[in-house]
């Protein structure tokens, strides 16, 4: 039939069945096929020191005792993190635990735990605590559970104080030690 006949008979209202399935569009044919994707995570519980996630050679902060005379007794300080105290976020369920696992001249702290050394043999002992009174030293190894509760959300503070001691016959110059710690959880 020809093109024009076809128009003929559609215009007319009569349609020829053997003509059907040609004038029908493609989506009469369409089919379709539902299903599903597995969607999981695994998450591990973590915490973060200081906003960084890293699980190796984290800065912790810094203890600066300033600037004395070689006749100081006692010198105090707190441990800082760009001025606030250490903060650490932990997963909800965890619970952290800090410790010092050692510093670099500990074996020359005498009755303190630790020692900074100026590089020519004499050594500022100091000690670490976990009050402000400086009352609950923190020895090397013991470890010291973070107050209040992780909940990922809010940040716990880890507040760490020093003292360092003054002793006779100290050389003038600048003194050093870095401290090996660990956040367990």
């Known amino acids: 039939m020809l093109k024009w006949q076809c128009g003929l008979l559609l215009k007319r209202g009569v349609l020829i069945p053997s003509l059907l399935p040609f004038l029908m569009t493609g989506s009469a044919f369409a089919q379709s ?96 605590y976990t009050d402000a009174a400086r009352t609950s030293a923190l020895e090397s190894g013991t470890p010291y559970d973070l107050s209040g509760t992780a909940d990922g959300i809010t940040p716990q503070t880890l507040p760490l104080y020093g003292r360092a001691y003054g002793q006779s016959g100290l050389a003038a110059g600048s003194y050093s030690d870095t401290l090996n710690v660990e956040l367990s959880f």
Do not use: K
């Open 33 to 128: 096929v539902t299903g599903t994707v597995d969607v999981s995570i695994e998450l591990a519980a973590a915490c973060e020191v200081n906003g960084s996630t890293a699980t190796s050679g984290v800065d912790f902060g810094s203890l600066e005792f300033g600037s004395h005379t070689t006749l100081f007794s006692e010198a105090d300080s707190e441990v800082l993190n760009d001025g606030a105290a250490i903060e650490v976020l932990c997963s909800p369920g965890v619970t952290p635990s800090f410790q010092i696992t050692g510093g670099a001249n500990d074996v020359e702290s005498g009755a303190q735990n630790h020692a900074m050394a100026n590089g020519s043999g004499s050594f500022v002992p100091y000690s670490i």
